[in-house]
Nanobody
Framework: QVQLVESGGGLVQVGGSLRLSCAAS????????MGWYRQVPGKQRELVAD???????NYAESVKGRFTVSRDNAKNTVYLQMNSTKPEDTAVYYC????????????????WGQGTQVTVSS
């Protein structure tokens, strides 16, 4: 199995910055895609940003120009730099990774982190 451990969440004032990290460990040969989703009570979980092994990125329209997703392949870690935060960014943020577990496998499996709370105070 694969474990995803998030860090960096917490309380930030509106307009401030926060950097989330997610480190993957376990049965990993290659990580195809890593990214971040967020969810608030009563709403669907939504994609915030993700990044492929080739470096292609995808962002929710609401965070373009404010958030940046990046990855360190040597550390199996994905980051989310959150700038110019808004109260509507308040949510539980979940790390996601699609993993090829072994060198002898050709399929991939998706995994979720435990979630980390981000609160933007106004």
């Amino acid at each position: 199995q694969v474990q995803l451990v998030e860090s960096g969440g917490g309380l930030v004032q509106v307009g401030g910055s926060l950097r989330l990290s997610c480190a993957a460990s376990g049965s990993i040969f290659k990580i195809n895609t890593m990214g971040w989703y967020r969810q608030v009570p009563g709403k669907q979980r939504e994609l915030v940003a993700d990044i492929t092994d080739g470096g292609s990125t995808n962002y929710a329209e609401s965070v373009k120009g404010r958030f940046t997703v990046s990855r360190d392949n040597a550390k199996n870690t994905v980051y989310l730099q959150m700038n110019s935060t808004k109260p509507e960014d308040t949510a539980v943020y979940y790390c996601y990774a699609r993993v090829r577990p072994y060198s002898t496998t050709t399929y991939t499996t998706g995994f979720w982190g435990q979630g980390t709370q981000v609160t933007v105070s106004s």
